[in-house]
């Protein structure tokens, strides 16, 4: 293992979330030089919560609105995925659960996930073209689940259920917060009564096993969700878990966990090993996906987690890239425990399982770090650029679970 010394190939290194200004609307101002924080402080939530300020701020959605109806790419390429995909059609119709079951007998989470895309797209349908006919889709759908859904269970599955889905469903909620005919409180509720009390067991108790049983993105989606429903309900200290989680959670979603060693390539470039990289590579690339999620709802309300501890989540991605573009990369044999015994397991080489396979996260990661930051993100982009671009999201991506564990349509949302 070879430790990282600062990137040569980064330019304007010193900037950080703290050192960018926003206007009102959300959108960038200026940049100016400081350095990101290194321990987590008593209170990470805003002094004023930024709405909508999850994936996407006011700045996001009006360039999007302006760029689409300008004509422009890569804008217009995205906006045509989304209304390509059925799911974005103002007559789709919910088929509210009293009970979803992740895992175990019965399994019928696939409408949950399916109705969650169809409110997202629809949403932003409404908010990029301006159609009032998608806004009411997206609000009847989210009403429909408020007022039915009361229970998320399934065998040790059910966790990863109320993570996924919970702040996916709380990002749809964010788009529609201010329209009329949706029902924010009853969705806060179900969020707060259904979505959190599991996200909380999990974190704090991992389902009774070893601490490092469960592989990272169990607890990434457990902490976007916590994320999530802290932001749409305005509640610091949900908030503030999630974030003291990130930077220092006993689980392998916190980031020294999730991103365990550090290397250089052969042209300077820091890379950070992934901790599923030796399980496969669909989780892996799952993984950009969860912590992604995460680092970019924080930053929409002022948080940069995306330049926390040295980039090192940058490093893991450029890592993920690099061995997805049929590239090599090291690796350091990796241990953990299993079961409620940590039985001793390890993995001595990365795994080539469903390498380079093709999910909707990359947007995201180029435009903030590329765009917004102006950095080397050499892997990353050609992961984007040459593999991804333009982006899909539910849906397009095949029918089973996997193709429904980003919200994807980051061209459209994301480019700058």
């Known amino acids: 293992m070879s430790r990282t010394s600062p990137h040569q190939h980064l330019h304007n290194s010193a900037l950080s979330r703290r050192g960018l200004l926003k206007t009102a609307g959300g959108l960038t101002a200026a940049l100016a030089l400081g350095a990101s924080a290194t321990a987590p402080t008593a209170s990470a939530a805003p002094a004023t919560w930024t709405h909508p300020g999850m994936l996407h701020n006011r700045g996001d959605i009006n360039r999007a609105r302006v760029r689409v109806a300008a004509g422009d790419d890569p804008w217009l390429s995205g906006w045509n995925r989304l209304v390509a995909n059925s799911h974005s059609r103002s007559t789709w119709t919910p088929n509210p659960q009293a009970t979803i079951i992740r895992g175990g007998t019965g399994q019928n989470y696939g409408i949950l996930y399916n109705d969650i895309a169809a409110a997202y797209q629809n949403a932003l349908r409404w908010h990029v073209g301006g159609t009032e006919a998608n806004a009411a889709c997206a609000a009847r759908i ?135 990289s030796g399980r496969d590579q669909g989780h892996t690339v799952m993984g950009m996906g969860q912590m992604g999620a995460i680092c970019e709802m924080a930053w929409n309300q002022g948080e940069d987690l995306y330049s926390y501890d040295g980039r090192r989540f940058m ?46 996260v990359w947007a995201m990661l180029h435009f903030h770090y590329n765009r917004r930051l102006y950095l080397d993100d050499r892997y990353i982009s050609q992961m984007y650029y040459h593999l991804v671009a333009p982006e899909g999201g539910g849906g397009d991506y095949g029918s089973n679970s996997g193709g429904y564990d980003q919200l994807g349509f980051g061209t459209l949302m994301h480019a700058k």
Not at 315 to 344: E, H, I, M, R
């Open 142 to 276: 989210l009403n429909a689940w408020a007022t039915t859904l009361t229970t998320i269970t399934g065998n040790a599955d059910r966790f990863l259920a109320a993570g996924l889905y919970g702040w996916q469903f709380a990002n749809a909620a964010e788009l529609m917060r201010d329209y009329d005919a949706f029902d924010l409180g009853a969705f806060q509720q179900m969020m707060a009564d259904v979505f959190y009390p599991l996200n909380n067991q999990f974190l704090t108790g991992h389902n009774d096993a070893c601490i490092t049983n469960y592989w990272a993105n169990w607890d990434l989606c457990t902490m976007a969700s916590v994320l999530a429903i802290g932001i749409l309900n305005e509640d610091a200290a949900t908030y503030d878990q999630a974030v003291t989680y990130f930077k220092s959670g006993a689980g392998n979603g916190s980031i020294r966990h999730a991103v365990p060693f550090l290397h250089t390539d052969a042209d300077g470039y820091a890379l950070g090993q992934w901790q599923e």
């Open 315 to 360: 490093k893991a991605a450029q890592y993920v890239a690099k061995y997805n573009l049929g590239q090599d990369v090291p690796f350091t044999t990796y241990s953990w425990g299993t079961g409620q015994n940590c039985a001793y397991r390890e993995h001595t080489v990365i795994s080539a399982a469903s390498r380079g396979q093709v999910r909707p």
